[in-house]
């Protein structure tokens, strides 16, 4: 052996890979896993596999493995899924704590209503809550709850009392991310992060969705008689038609129908006639006499007029899609870039160049979703 050996020769770390052209265990053919770490001494990788397949990673040879495709992938997930679903499907443990579950829930509800029918009908309002909240508003309500339970977890199955399960959250939640990310940070740092974690979620689940102005139909009912699109702009192909047929008046005489009302202490618009919608406003002629033109100045043609909508206000760019963002990016800089809870500039950036080219554009999107929901 060469002491100048490459630390991976064929570009596999961190890498999915796919096994094949074993004779010795020909049971790991086509089987997806990752590769760890490689061996100079041996010319071997050490390939992580799902627990159903091997519980400790198995050292194989470059020429036994390939870089996974997507469809690989995700054939290998659903494998392994599939697998774990029948290995709890059998397993006489979680047979148990499912039967003690059912006896459980039994107990709780009335004697005539069964578990199967009360699980339909909290199936039923689950996706009643679903459609009215929104599937994306409901996956982030359900990971917060999720993660939340993950972090009170131990609490929880101490038995202990809800008022100490919160006054231990702030302590649950800092060795929460010392175990799982790496960072040994102070209490006062992560209960802050947890603050600002929670007022930021909050604020996402709460915000108004964006949509249409709702002045744009005010008009709608009207639109065919008064030359309107649906949008509520004006169509000038019908309009020229529906002034020959429409009744118009010049400025002051609208003037003096609405003084008339106010005199008679009426509703304003009650000497309109009823076919006022259609009203088109008549200009006076510069060549009329000295008391029409008088009147002109206050006349004009709204020929040209657009009933616009109000624009809709402006929709708050942090999202569901913005958290996903910085959960990936923060995510992959901790893979590439930390060694022993540090960050090393030198390793993050030779593991980042050698990233394949497809998750390099993903995390390309990741950062321009993170920077442009700030802009």
């Keep these: 052996m060469t002491t100048n050996a490459p630390l991976d020769p064929s570009n596999l770390l961190q890498k999915p890979v796919k096994i094949h052209s074993l004779t010795s265990k020909p049971e790991l053919n086509s089987k997806i896993g990752t590769a760890q770490s490689y061996i100079p001494d041996r010319e071997r990788y050490l390939i992580s596999l799902p627990p159903h397949i091997s519980p400790s990673p198995v050292a194989l040879k470059p020429a036994n493995l390939t870089e996974a495709t997507i469809v690989e992938r995700a054939t290998g997930k659903i494998d392994e899924a599939l697998a774990m679903a029948h290995a709890i499907y059998h397993d006489m443990q979680w047979r148990q704590i499912l039967s003690t579950a059912r006896t459980t829930l039994q107990s709780k509800l009335p004697p005539s209503i069964k578990p199967e029918h009360a699980l339909v009908a909290f199936a039923a309002a689950l996706l009643v809550f679903i459609i009215t909240i929104g599937f994306m508003r409901f996956i982030m309500l359900a990971s917060l709850l999720l993660l939340l339970a993950a972090v009170a977890l131990p609490d929880i199955l101490e038995g202990k009392q809800f008022k100490l399960i919160l006054k231990n959250f702030p302590m649950r939640f800092r060795e929460a991310i010392r175990d799982h990310a790496g960072y040994d940070i102070s209490q006062k ?20 969705s964006g949509g249409s102005g709702s002045g744009g139909g005010r008009n709608a009912g009207a639109g065919a008689a008064t030359g309107m699109d649906s949008d509520g702009k004006m169509d000038y192909g019908s309009f020229d038609a529906v002034k020959q047929s429409s009744p118009s008046w010049t400025m002051e005489e609208v003037y003096n129908m609405g003084y008339q009302d106010a005199i008679n202490e009426k509703p304003i618009g009650d000497a309109l006639p009823p076919n006022h919608a259609t009203m088109v406003i008549r200009t006076i002629s510069t060549s009329a006499s000295t008391s029409t033109s008088t009147s002109s100045k206050y006349d004009y043609n709204d020929d040209d007029y657009d009933d616009y909508a109000p624009p809709p206000p402006k929709k708050s760019q942090i999202g569901f899609g913005t958290i996903m963002a910085l959960f990936t990016i923060g995510r992959t800089v901790k893979e590439l870039g930390f060694v022993g809870g540090r960050f090393d500039w030198d390793l993050f950036r030779a593991n980042a160049i050698n990233l394949p080219p497809l998750k390099k554009a993903f995390l390309g999107f990741m950062a321009y979703r993170l920077v442009s929901a700030f802009l």
């Design 189 to 208: 740092k992560a209960t802050v992060f947890l603050i600002g974690f929670l007022l930021l979620t909050t604020k996402i689940l709460l915000q108004k």
